[in-house]
């Protein structure tokens, strides 16, 4: 398949740019080239490569930020992939387009609402959310007005070597690493207490591909592990691999505006219709992180 692949440069991206090869497709992957919230540059880039599949990854994404830009995220997360979509009907119609949404779509939930399935309500408490969730509705309508082939993802929390620092293992990793080298005696966390579906990135974008050849037109797809883990358990394993005798003490500057207390997603649709199923533990991710950030 001729794969087109947005936000390329990005940690998904790269890992889905490196899947995609490996199974032969053959990939054009664009980043910061291409701005998606023009829509004559993504017409150009379209015209030159007409995919088979476009995998739009390209989006503003860390929730912490969005609370200080909510009208950018709306611009690239919204706009951007209006934009692509429109394009995309009229220079390659054909194609499958894969928009990658977000499981915090679902918002604030309860311990009975889970595992929480593609059924369940939305209700975004982020601006992020909020930006995802429009982008969820242009492809609706871009599916039920003109036909357009469009699936939806919604990926649960995922991790895995390369992530950004601003996110919550590797930065947990980081400053880790950091305390060990220079003997400090703490570092600062944020909330804790929270409890997060973890899922591998290459456990991910094997299911984006597996949603490009067998996912329905129009219909959304969870992502996620079936397991809820808390963060302070994630924390405590990096503690001891890392630096065992270093203190984690809760900085109120790193707590966000909203937390959201649990979350686990079902993906038994995506299993029915894909066959996919998890395939690398959570230990063995936090292990890769930690090789990565630690170096050689």
Known sequence: MRAFVTGGG??????????????????TSVDKECDVTNAEEVERFLRAHTPDVIYHLAALTHVG???????????????????????AHGVCPEAVVLLVSSSDVYGVVSESDLPLRETFRTAPANPYASSKLEAEHFAHKAW????????????FNHLGPGQS???????????????????????PVGDLSTRRDFSDVRDVVRAYRLLAR????????????????????????????IASTVELVVDPDLLRPVEIPVMRGSFE????????????????????????????
Do not use: M
Request: no cysteine; proline share 4%.
């Open 10 to 27: 990005g940690f998904v991206g790269d890992h889905l740019t490196r899947h995609l090869i490996s199974v032969g497709d053959h990939v």
């Open 65 to 87: 930020d969005s609370w200080n830009d909510p009208v950018g995220f709306t611009r690239v997360n919204v706009l951007g992939t209006k934009n692509l979509l429109d394009v």
């Open 144 to 155: 039920r007005t003109r036909g357009q082939r469009v699936v939806i993802a919604r990926p």
């Open 165 to 187: 620092t601003k996110f919550v293992v590797p930065a947990l990793v980081s400053r880790l690493l950091d305390a060990r080298d220079k003997g400090t005696r703490s570092i």
């Open 214 to 241: 067998y996912g329905r037109a129009g219909e959304i797809y969870n992502i996620a592990s079936g397991v809820d883990t808390s963060l302070t358990d994630i924390a405590e394993i990096l503690r001891r691999e």
């Open 269 to 296: 649709k995506l299993h029915e219709e894909t066959g996919w199923e998890p395939s690398i533990s959570l230990l063995t991710s936090l292990h890769d992180v930690i090789e990565f950030l630690d170096g050689p």
